[in-house]
T-cell receptor
Framework: SAVISQKPSRDICQRGTSLTIQCQVDSQVTMMFWYRQQPGQSLTLIATANQGSEATYESGFVIDKFPISRPNLTFSTLTVSNMSPEDSSIYLC??????????FGPGTRLTVL | DAKTTQPTSMDCAEGRAANLPCNHSTISGNEYVYWYRQIHSQGPQYIIHGLKNNETNEMASLIITEDRKSSTLILPHATLRDTAVYYCIVRPGSSNTGKLIFGQGTTLQVKP
């Protein structure tokens, strides 16, 4: 298994500002992912965070809005840029292990006013 | 990746077995069935996965039909702490992408 932490756990932000969410894993992992969970909805994959190269974004998500960094095999950040109330969601990072299972962080609950 | 169909919600009495069905009629030969659950306000938790044989671990059992078009997750003795949304996901094993595509899941309510 893997222990995953996220910072911050929650935040309340003003419209038009940006927030950077950090994800830290206790072991080196090849694949890390970022998901969004809007209120009352299921999880939607935003992107795969690639170490040493640009993230791979899913349809409907763009780098300008959700820039992602992956400086090493244990850490990644997701920035939510120029926020609007529609960005209010839980943002989760996850890691894929060699056991072919995926583990999720506790999530960051974001409210945009 | 194959699509899955799950009931929107189910109830179960505490101490009884909870049987959660999932249909995946378009599953391919190299696709595994995964189950995750999400307890309110927490990140999803891995439960179990399998290809074609039935699987059991400390949390649950996974029964996959012979034609692999459907499966059932069994929680043998449900407790109140098992109240959660349960997601059935189908994806290729040892996938280079590793990503999971979540559906709406089944909300399981365990009642005293």
């Amino acid at each position: 298994s893997a222990v995953i932490s996220q910072k911050p756990s929650r935040d309340i932000c003003q419209r038009g500002t940006s927030l950077t969410i950090q994800c830290q894993v206790d072991s080196q992992v090849t694949m890390m992912f970022w998901y969004r969970q809007q209120p009352g909805q299921s999880l939607t994959l935003i992107a795969t965070a690639n170490q040493g190269s640009e993230a791979t974004y899913e349809s409907g998500f763009v780098i300008d809005k959700f820039p992602i960094s992956r400086p090493n095999l244990t850490f990644s950040t997701l920035t939510v840029s120029n926020m609007s109330p529609e960005d209010s969601s839980i943002y989760l990072c996850s890691v894929h292990l060699m056991s072919d299972t995926q583990y999720f962080g506790p999530g960051t609950r974001l409210t945009v006013l | 990746d194959a699509k899955t169909t799950q009931p929107t919600s189910m109830d179960c009495a505490e101490g009884r077995a909870a049987n959660l069905p999932c249909n995946h009629s378009t599953i391919s030969g190299n696709e595994y069935v995964y189950w995750y659950r999400q307890i309110h306000s927490q990140g999803p938790q891995y439960i179990i996965h399998g290809l074609k044989n039935n699987e059991t671990n400390e949390m649950a059992s996974l029964i996959i039909t012979e034609d692999r078009k459907s499966s059932t997750l069994i929680l043998p003795h449900a407790t109140l702490r098992d109240t959660a949304v349960y997601y059935c996901i189908v994806r290729p094993g040892s996938s280079n992408t590793g990503k999971l595509i979540f559906g709406q899941g089944t909300t399981l309510q365990v009642k005293p």
